[in-house]
């Protein structure tokens, strides 16, 4: 995605300009306190996920012109037959950069877009885009969008995101026996070999389970 061509904060008074509506208002229908909403127009805050998605909902334009990036403010509207209905996701989710310990993960500035999704509870799910062939053989390609749900536990078998030893997050078929963490590839290139971690002397910490692949074409 394209640089950021506003602020957050600009584009939420513009787009209240543009609707006419009031803060009250704003709050009433995005069920956010006027109080955040002042904070977030005077730049002293920046949307999270789920703030974010609530405002642009209630104001009627997408996510990421709301947070500032140069695309259309609201989707486009393609001539559908007249007994079609066009595709309304349930929400959106990150997809996050660089997943690394000591960076603020779900941070604004390491959100690279947001895409569609139908959860429940949005917020709940990231993406990455997948780096490398590690995965191929699960049907997992690099530039492939992975689907995460956040969760700190996995059950043995479950392809998992990782990180470890403070490292940029991986993706791999996690299994765990007491104090052993084995990290196994499913891929079609040899060169990747299982990775066996003694958690006394390697940190690992599971970010989520993979749900979801979305293959890009």
Known sequence: MSDKAASFSQRLREALDARGMKQVELAEKSQISKSSISRYLKGDWEGK??????????????????????????ESSNVLPADAEPYKPTGYMPVLGRVAAGLPIYAEENIEEYIACDFPNSEDYFALKVKG?????????????VIVRKQDIVDNGDIAVVLVNGDE?????????????????????????????????????????????????
């Not at 062939?133 to 969008?145: C, P, R």
């Not at 990290?183 to 979801?212: C, W």
């Open 49 to 74: 996920q789920s703030a974010v998605y609530a405002l642009a909902k209630a104001l009627g334009v997408t996510e990421a012109w709301l947070v500032g990036y140069d695309v259309p403010m609201e």
């Open 133 to 145: 062939d590690s995965m191929n053989a699960a049907g997992i390609n690099e530039g492939d969008y």
């Open 169 to 217: 997050a991986t993706v791999k078929r996690f299994s765990r026996t007491d104090n052993t963490v084995v990290l196994t590839p499913q891929s079609m290139n040899p060169a990747h070999q299982v990775q066996i971690y003694d958690t006394k002397d390697v940190p690992v910490r599971v970010l989520g389970k993979v749900v979801e692949s979305r293959h890009k074409y």
